[in-house]
T-cell receptor, first 109, second 114 residues
């Protein structure tokens, strides 16, 4: 699995878009970019994943650069319930997820 | 669908004791993985069970062992507990041994070793 680098923490005002960056410069051609989040004292929750095209679902959007060396998770209208640790993972399969320390997103009123 | 369920939610054990944690996978899932999450760290992969056998293992000592039952539920056993084994233990299930598009996690068991 490719190593990923994320900022340790970010703040976002409620109702604004939260843009969480992730660097994965050594990603291989067949590795996906996955995002999970972990709300305090709960298990990680899948958010979204992509290979090379931008992806959108009901939770978030994922923007992957053309060279695939970095990506951004976008929460379009952050709420207080989005306060969590967000993990970016580059992997071929989800059978063995390698978590880093993630980005702690704090959404404030 | 109850999702992934783990028991117990909290547990306190004494150093040197043994502990068993339990996990029931999401309905329709036959693969179970276990993770250890120390305070302030991301989850670390312990091992994965599929077809009642350990399919792959992370960098954990033999004190950590597991089992999968015919109904796909799983147990994690830790022998000779150390203070450093205090952590949140997470179970994840998936519909195939390669993980599929996403892994579903339970709420975890908080183990405290004193």
């Amino acid at each position: 699995d490719a190593k990923t680098t994320q900022p340790p923490s970010m703040d976002c005002a409620e109702g604004r878009a939260a843009n969480l960056p992730c660097n994965h410069s050594t990603i291989s051609g067949n590795e996906y970019v996955y995002w999970y989040r972990q709300i305090h004292s709960q298990g990680p929750q899948y958010i979204i994943h992509g290979l090379k095209n931008n992806e959108t679902n009901e939770m978030a959007s994922l923007i992957i650069t053309e060279d695939r060396k970095s990506s951004t998770l976008i929460l379009p209208h952050a709420t207080l319930r989005d306060t969590a640790v967000y993990y970016c993972i580059a992997t071929l399969n989800t059978d063995k997820l390698i978590f880093g320390t993630g980005t702690r997103l704090q959404v404030f009123p | 669908d109850a999702g992934v369920t783990q028991s117990p939610t909290h547990l306190i054990k004494t150093r040197g004791q043994q502990v068993t944690l339990r996990c029931s996978p999401k309905s329709g899932h036959d693969t179970v993985s276990w993770y250890q999450q120390a305070l302030g760290q991301g989850p670390q992969f312990i091992f994965q069970y599929y077809e009642e056998e350990e399919r792959q293992r992370g960098n954990f000592p033999d004190r950590f062992s597991g089992h999968q039952f015919p109904n796909y539920s799983s147990e994690l056993n830790v022998n000779a507990l150390l203070l450093g084994d205090s952590a949140l233990y997470l179970c994840a299930s998936s519909p195939d041994p390669f993980g599929g598009p996403e892994a579903f996690f339970g709420q975890g068991t908080r183990l405290t070793v004193v």
